[in-house]
């Protein structure tokens, strides 16, 4: 009881805001000390490392021989930010559309050894086209990537593959 009427009385508020307010004070200084006594980079000293440039993408050589009745353009590489991509156009003879394209170059890369991965974790090959999956050789990966230039019917992008995060 003789606590309550303590805590309802307008001095021991005032008393335990006085309190308050000097121990947000002395934090905040110690900080302020803490910030001012630690260096800086010194006069002549390079200051911490900004990330390496990016990964220079992946080399069309990486893609190998165009399959049968196709042939292969590099638009170069794309550096959006750490890591480079090289886009690739295909051009097919056959005048195929752009599923048929990319299912016939990752058909011939599939059967050069390449591997299926497939998009969002899906569990079955059947529901997923060939063309809105992944393939790599273990060193780099290739998707099938929107690309509008003349005589191109459908549009690659090579990126280094990456263990999956844990």
Known sequence: MRMMALLRSRTTILVLGALLILGMIATGAVGLVNALGTPGPAAGQNPPAQPDSPMPAPALDELGEAPRGASYTDFGEQCPDVECVRIV???????????????????????????????????????????????TNGEVMV????????????????????????
Do not use: C
């Open 143 to 166: 998707t099938a990537a929107p690309v509008n230039a003349p005589d191109t019917t459908a549009g690659l992008m090579l990126m280094h593959a990456q263990e999956p995060a844990s």
């Open 89 to 135: 156009g295909v051009a097919t003879a056959e005048g195929d559309d752009t599923d048929e394209a990319v299912e016939k170059v990752f058909g011939h890369l599939l059967d050069e050894g390449w591997a299926r991965i497939l998009p969002n974790q899906e569990a079955d090959p059947e529901d997923v086209p060939l063309a809105e999956s992944y393939l």
